[in-house]
């Protein structure tokens, strides 16, 4: 696995005028998204996502995601952009290969990343299957990457051109078929959200002053343990430290996060008088350790069910690493060895939890990701 850095993509991909289907979720990204790809010429259909079977269970207040309120801001964007407009029922799809992946990803003691999970199943499967079924050259959405051709006429994936925007993280997850087919029209652009905003108003789009969305679009109060306690049922279990001594009891270790300092609740306090986190989550036997920062340290993971934005890499090579859709970068080695990814960082770094993703990059260009299975620390646990 060579890496040959690439600190920055030649240039956008230049495309002939398209049958496009724009994601809109009813927010402005998606809705300027879909006025840019309309204004380059291409032959452009709105479709938002019913991805509720009841959307009022879904969080309102203009959030720019999956609610009624929601699809009605886009149908009034697609109005004002000129453009035909549908709402497509994706919900059982959504519960499935979303919902219940969450679920299920936690009782199993990880981490998982939902809007990385939608993007791979619902927007560049579920949606661009049917698109492509129906005729439609291209899936557009309002997400800050860039698609650009390569010397050798493949398409790449690319970081966005402001980094404080780049949503390449949740991604990583594209193959080639998936990328083949997709346009994102804000990934070029280096400007900040105001602008983005200011550019809504100036196209009369009544999306221009709605709050992002930043939460888990299918959990309304944002509670997520109360969400997981609804689904999975609560179950007293030990807190305890790393000789196993009991410091306290949860409800379900499922609530609990690699890294997690805030919401212990533990009476009494660490020896030395620092904070302590969680170090493991034990779901065979409901227990949660937890310990000192340093404790938190890893030096290397194994990744699995790798997913690669081209040909997957072959041999040992160098690159940077995303851990976090928020993350910064990390310099690591890895090595595909049986479609099982083994890394090692430079340096160690914290908050690593198994089914989390690990996005690799080249420069800019996404490389492919995987989901982390398990890490090594650099002090072993008692």
């Known amino acids: 696995?060579?890496?040959?850095?690439?600190?920055?993509?030649?240039?956008?991909?230049?495309?002939?005028?398209?049958?496009?289907?724009?994601?809109?979720?009813?927010?402005?990204?998606?809705?300027?998204?879909?006025?840019?790809?309309?204004?380059?010429?291409?032959?452009?259909?709105?479709?938002?996502?019913?991805?509720?079977?009841?959307?009022?269970?879904?969080?309102?207040?203009?959030?720019?995601?999956?609610?009624?309120?929601?699809?009605?801001?886009?149908?009034?964007?697609?109005?004002?952009?000129?453009?035909?407009?549908?709402?497509?029922?994706?919900?059982?799809?959504?519960?499935?290969d979303v919902v219940e992946d969450f679920v299920a990803e936690y009782e199993a003691g990880r981490t998982p990343n939902p809007c990385l999970r939608c993007n791979e199943k619902i927007k560049f499967a579920a949606l661009l299957d049917k698109a492509l079924a129906l005729g439609f050259d291209a899936v557009c959405t309002g997400h800050y990457a860039q698609v650009v051709v390569n010397e050798s006429g493949g398409r790449e994936l690319h970081r966005a051109s402001d980094m404080a925007k780049d949503q390449s993280y949740v991604l990583g997850v594209l193959d080639d078929r998936q990328l083949a087919h997709a346009m994102f029209p804000l990934g070029d652009t280096v400007t900040t959200k105001e602008e983005i905003r200011a550019e809504a108003e100036r196209r009369d789009?009544?999306?221009?002053?709605?709050?992002?969305?930043?939460?888990?679009?299918?959990?309304?109060?944002?509670?997520?343990?109360?969400?997981?306690?609804?689904?999975?049922?609560?179950?007293?279990?030990?807190?305890?430290?790393?000789?196993?001594?009991?410091?306290?009891?949860?409800?379900?270790?499922?609530?609990?996060?690699?890294?997690?300092?805030?919401?212990l609740r533990l009476g009494t306090p660490a020896s030395d008088g620092k904070p302590r986190y969680v170090l493991d989550i034990s779901p065979v036997n409901n227990t949660v350790t937890v310990g000192p920062a340093d404790a938190l340290d890893v030096t290397a993971l194994t990744a699995i069910k790798p997913r690669w934005c081209g040909a997957a890499p072959s041999g040992p090579g160098t690159y940077t690493a995303q851990l976090r859709a928020h993350g910064g970068e990390t310099e690591v080695t890895a090595e595909l060895a049986h479609d099982t990814l083994q890394v090692s960082f430079t340096e160690p770094v914290r908050g690593v939890a198994p089914g989390q993703a690990i996005v690799l990059y080249d420069g800019t260009r996404v490389v492919g990701s995987a989901t982390i299975a398990t890490t090594q620390r650099a002090t072993a646990m008692a």
Not at 235 to 241: K, M, P, T
Request: net charge negative; aromatic share 6%.
């Open 1 to 96: 696995m060579t890496s040959q850095t690439q600190q920055h993509p030649a240039a956008p991909e230049k495309v002939r005028p398209l049958r496009v289907l724009a994601a809109m979720s009813g927010g402005v990204d998606s809705a300027v998204a879909a006025a840019r790809a309309a204004e380059a010429g291409h032959d452009v259909t709105g479709v938002h996502l019913a991805l509720s079977a009841n959307p009022q269970s879904f969080r309102t207040g203009a959030r720019g995601c999956c609610t009624i309120e929601d699809s009605r801001d886009a149908r009034r964007a697609a109005d004002v952009i000129g453009i035909p407009f549908y709402v497509w029922d994706l919900a059982d799809r959504f519960r499935e």
């Open 205 to 263: 789009l009544a999306v221009a002053k709605k709050p992002d969305s930043h939460d888990i679009c299918f959990i309304a109060d944002g509670d997520t343990q109360g969400f997981l306690a609804s689904r999975l049922g609560r179950s007293e279990g030990d807190i305890v430290d790393e000789s196993g001594t009991k410091l306290g009891t949860h409800e379900g270790a499922y609530g609990y996060t690699i890294g997690q300092r805030k919401g």
